[in-house]
């Protein structure tokens, strides 16, 4: 994730935060799931699109950082013929999707 030079990233940092992740998720969770039922209940429109908006939502809300790490794991086991590579590929920040 691109984060500003002026912000000290200290591991331990990361350690103090990982234990808002699930509470994070379930908010995120939440207006995923309140998008899809707004659409297909309230509007009354079909299931389909309602999915779509709501994984559109999902994307907007997470900056598609699971789509990102799910297209990095696709392009190392697809590129890399050994397991280095397949590793060197899936770390290479200059490649992939977004």
């Not at 379930?26 to 009354?44: R, S």
């Amino acid at each position: 994730l691109p984060v500003p030079t002026s912000i000290d990233l200290h591991p331990g940092f990361l350690m103090k935060g990982m234990c808002y992740f699930p509470v994070v998720g379930m908010w995120i969770g939440l207006a995923v799931a309140t998008t899809f039922d707004l659409i297909a209940e309230t509007f009354q429109l079909p299931p389909s699109i309602a999915a779509v908006v709501s994984v559109g939502t999902g994307w907007v809300l997470t900056g598609c950082f699971h789509e990102d790490g799910l297209s990095d794991s696709v392009d190392g086991i697809g590129g890399g013929w050994t397991r280095a590579q397949i590793f060197k590929i899936m770390t290479d920040s200059r490649v992939g999707t977004y």
